[in-house]
């Protein structure tokens, strides 16, 4: 999955060739599930009709501060257009547009929009050579990236005046590839190892049959697609579940039983900067496993069950660098016993369920939680989807460790 699904591309076009180049932008953004919306400079339609990016983006095409064929003469309104999106793309960057950046110039909609704009702008220049190693030129380009804007290098070759050399705006694959890796680049979490255990584990009692819980793996798979977002690497250690995750930063282990939890966690603890163990892991499991189907004979049957391996508490032990964050889900005295479960199991940040609250624990779409640090601060948020709460659990990880 590309970082670019679903997030909002402004795609600003301005009076250059390369705008023909436009069309297959669009393509690409929206195959990589981008939302695009476009303005267009007035002079810029000479080179593309707006009709062809309304078609491939899906969304109307914007050039004036209003739109005067419309009945209604409705407002184009550039704080909305520049709050709207996550990321402005201006492609092509004519000379006269970069120079109008710069000084802060508005004298249309793609620039006001630019000016009211809070995300990150990327600019592709497209122009002559020499016009491209004019001083001024030069000057622009960069007084533009000391703004904060980020600049999609030009390539050398043919130009539509026939000369060759560096000016050609990069082509469309190259620039989606640039943008991707400059989000990629400042992730967050960019390069962090992150193992995360979810669902619940089967205890067998025979060939056929075990002890299992209600965990649906809900909330540890939000939590992974969270962090893996975010550019964590992401090893999600499941238990039986009916879960799916699909994200190029997410290695999946499935596991049955907690020995087999066990075993992959201790395997990728020593590398991982970050763990946080979800999993309902079954407290106790049979102490002998049938080897053939238990015959229903008797009228009642006994089974011996021993205490499982505490994951989590093992970790504890054993932690040296790596952030650790364990789950607690209580019906009484919860902050108490979240707390002294923290300090059991050594713990950095725990996440209190509590069965006491409606809409949160097992198998809803829906948590409540309440996080406490080993400094003991406690803080409580409202019931949430859960992947808000996901967010929510990743955000004070990345708090509290940078
Ligand atoms: N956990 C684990 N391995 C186990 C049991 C629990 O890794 N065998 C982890 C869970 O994933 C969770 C945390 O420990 O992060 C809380 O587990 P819980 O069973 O609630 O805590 P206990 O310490 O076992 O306390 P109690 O059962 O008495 O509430």
């Known amino acids: 999955m590309s970082v ?94 970069l120079s109008k950046m710069c000084n802060g110039v508005c004298d249309n909609l793609l620039l006001a929009t630019y000016l009211s704009a809070k995300c990150p702008v990327y600019f592709a220049p497209a122009m002559d050579l020499d016009m491209y190693i004019h001083p001024s030129t030069v000057n622009s380009l960069e007084k533009l990236q000391s ?64 002890i299992g819980n209600h965990s649906s793996g809900k909330m540890g798979f939000a939590i992974a697609k969270a962090a893996a977002n ?18 190029s930063f997410i290695k999946r282990i499935d596991v049955q039983s907690g020995e087999q939890m066990y075993t992959e966690a201790h395997k990728y603890f020593s590398t991982s900067d970050i763990a946080i163990l979800s ?57 108490e016993n979240a707390t002294s479960k923290l300090h059991r199991k050594n713990l950095d940040m725990i996440v209190l369920n509590s069965l006491q609250d409606k809409g949160a624990g097992f198998a809803t779409n829906t948590n409540k939680i309440t996080i406490i640090d080993k400094d003991l601060n406690i803080k409580p948020f409202d019931l949430k989807s859960k992947a808000e709460v996901a967010q929510d659990i990743i955000k004070e990880i990345i708090i509290k460790l940078f």
């Open 147 to 210: 703004f904060g804007n980020i600049m999609i290098p030009v390539t050398s070759g043919e130009l539509a005046s026939g000369l060759v050399g560096e000016g050609r705006m990069a082509e469309p694959e190259d620039i989606v590839s640039f943008i991707e890796k400059d989000i990629l680049n400042k992730l967050p979490l960019k390069g962090k190892k992150l193992l995360l255990t979810a669902g619940p584990t089967y205890e067998a009692i025979d060939p056929v049959r075990f």
């Open 230 to 247: 975010l550019g964590a690497e992401v090893i999600l250690i499941s238990g039986p579940t009916n879960q799916i995750v699909n994200h």
């Open 279 to 335: 999993a309902a892991v079954a407290d106790y499991k049979p102490k002998n496993v049938a080897t053939q189907k238990i015959k229903k004979n008797d009228a009642t049957i006994e089974i011996e069950l021993e205490k499982t391996k505490d994951i989590l508490a093992s970790l504890g032990l054993i932690k040296d660098h790596q952030f650790l964050v364990g789950f607690a889900l209580e019906t009484n005295n919860e902050i």
């Open 4 to 97: 670019l699904s679903g997030k909002k591309i402004l795609l600003g076009i301005t009076a250059g060739i390369a705008a023909y180049k436009t069309a297959s932008l669009v393509r690409l953004f929206i195959k990589l599930g981008a939302e695009v919306q476009v303005i267009m400079t007035p002079k810029s339609k000479d080179f593309i009709t707006p009709l062809t990016l309304s078609t491939l983006s899906k969304n109307p095409v914007h050039s004036t501060f209003y739109d005067k064929d419309e009945e209604n003469e409705l407002w184009n309104n550039h704080v909305d257009l520049g709050l709207w999106a996550d990321l402005i793309l201006i492609a092509p960057a004519t000379c006269n547009t």
